[in-house]
């Protein structure tokens, strides 16, 4: 049975971290790109960042550069989302997803995780 179970969300302040994790059981996780999306209430679903196979290419939202940093852990199979300066406009649901094409668009994956609720608020 294939799922991703999400973990680490939570409410932080204006300039705050948080470290999200996602373990992947029932594929091999090792030969697939991993994502971080999230979705904000009345707002699109946003690809936030992705990193391929082996962890060394990733790509992340402009809106999120220098400040989010995407990385994985075959071994654990796990991909994490290191957030730091956070800011309000980063309150969202984070869900993870596996894929075949590094990208940050939606289409390119084919399983979710349930999502884990960041809010980041005085």
């Known amino acids: 049975q294939v799922a991703l179970v999400e973990s680490g969300g939570g409410l932080v302040q204006p300039g705050g971290s948080l470290r999200l994790s996602c373990v992947a059981s029932?594929?091999?996780?090792?030969?697939?790109?991993m994502a971080w999306f999230r979705q904000a209430p009345g707002k699109e679903r946003e690809g936030v960042a992705c990193?391929?196979?082996?962890?060394?290419?990733?790509y992340y939202a402009d809106s999120v550069k220098g400040r989010f940093t995407i990385s994985r852990d075959n071994a654990k199979n796990t991909v994490y989302l290191q957030m730091n300066n956070l800011e309000p406009e980063d309150t969202a649901v984070y869900y993870c997803?596996?894929?075949?094409?590094?990208?940050?668009?939606?289409?390119?994956?084919?399983?979710w995780g349930q999502g884990t609720q960041v809010t980041v608020s005085s």
């Open positions: 997803a596996v894929g075949l094409q590094t990208s940050l668009e939606a289409s390119q994956y084919n399983i």
């Open positions: 029932g594929f091999t996780f090792g030969y697939y790109t």
């Open positions: 990193v391929k196979t082996g962890g060394g290419i990733t």
